[in-house]
């Protein structure tokens, strides 16, 4: 595996990670100024081996597991740096049906935060889509069955992997439009330290679906995943540690993580379909993306602040 390839595909892995979970190190950040010292050090120690090595780790290699049973579980953690033929086979033939449940996840995620999410609007067209928040059902409804209908016609699981993928993403984003609420709740409460610790890993778990299904369009490689994530995860922890504040005057880097969410899910629908994409596309589009929304939400920070400082 070419060296390149693998530092580009790290550090995209840790910059999707890290800003796609930039609201739950807010509200993380929050509980945790109602804790005791001792406990906010165990979270970001302790709590951060957990989030890389139970959640970040376990996730994608169960993933990929899933798919191809045939692996076993070890196989299925070191398969992309096997040169078995029958290895690269197996995962050849499973890796379309994860990446269009993946795929699907995503997009559903994307036309959710869309029409539906309160937001500083990023874009200009963000605020016709938001006064037409009901037509999220429609589009989805309407996008899973062309996705159906066109994947029948080459593999009935692969229509499968679909409706999994759409399955997905509505189970989930019950469990964390719940844990949102039950987070910023969680700040107010009596609740002992400890149930505070547990709650947040809980929550974390939650909030680390889109990651992990994310990092599948940059590689299939659970290793890799594991380390860019795993990384992500690390700067999330250091921004919950003492940089919120500041982070939080980057309005616009929700809208970058989203769309890249959106460019990734659109990578992986189409290489289940076949189509040959650079293996550098996924890295370089979030690069860009995220860029474009950080220098955005910088210009309009200073913008504000030499406005104040007039004052």
Not at 243 to 249: F, H, M, Q
């Amino acid at each position: 595996m070419n060296v390149y390839f693998i530092l580009i595909t790290v550090a995209g892995l840790c910059l999707f990670e890290t800003i796609s979970s930039i609201d739950n190190a807010i509200i993380n950040a929050e509980v945790l100024s109602t804790m005791g010292r001792k406990a906010r050090r165990w979270f970001l120690l302790w709590g951060l081996l957990f989030a890389v090595f139970v959640v970040r780790g376990l996730l994608p290699w169960a993933i990929v597991w899933a798919v191809t049973p045939s692996l076993g579980p070890v196989g299925a953690l070191l398969a992309s740096f096997s040169s078995d033929p029958s290895v690269k086979s197996a995962i050849e033939l499973s890796a379309p049906m994860l990446l269009i449940g993946g795929g699907v996840f995503l997009i559903f995620l994307f036309f959710h935060w869309l029409f539906l999410e309160q937001k500083n609007f990023g874009l200009h067209i963000e605020r016709y889509f938001i006064s037409k928040g009901v037509w999220f059902f429609a589009v989805a409804s309407v996008l899973l069955s062309a996705i159906v209908w066109f994947a029948l016609k080459q593999s009935p699981m692969l229509a499968f992997g679909a409706v999994v993928g759409s399955s997905a993403f509505f189970i989930t984003h019950g469990f964390k439009q719940n844990a949102e609420e039950s987070e910023k709740k969680l700040a107010k409460s009596e609740m002992s330290d400890v149930s505070k610790i547990l709650f947040l890993e809980i929550i974390d778990a939650t909030f680390s679906v889109d990651g992990v299904l994310g990092a599948f369009a940059f590689t299939l490689s659970v290793p890799l995943i594991i380390l860019g994530n795993g990384l992500g995860a690390y700067v999330v922890r250091q921004v919950t540690a003492g940089n919120v504040e500041r982070i939080k005057k980057y309005l616009f880097l929700k809208n970058g993580a989203m769309y890249s969410i959106f460019i990734l899910g659109a990578i992986m629908l189409a290489d289940s379909f076949g189509v040959k994409i650079p293996s550098y596309l996924s890295p370089l589009a979030t690069f860009a993306i995220i860029g474009y929304f950080f220098i955005k939400s910088h210009k309009h920070l200073k913008k504000i602040n030499f406005k104040t400082d007039e004052k």
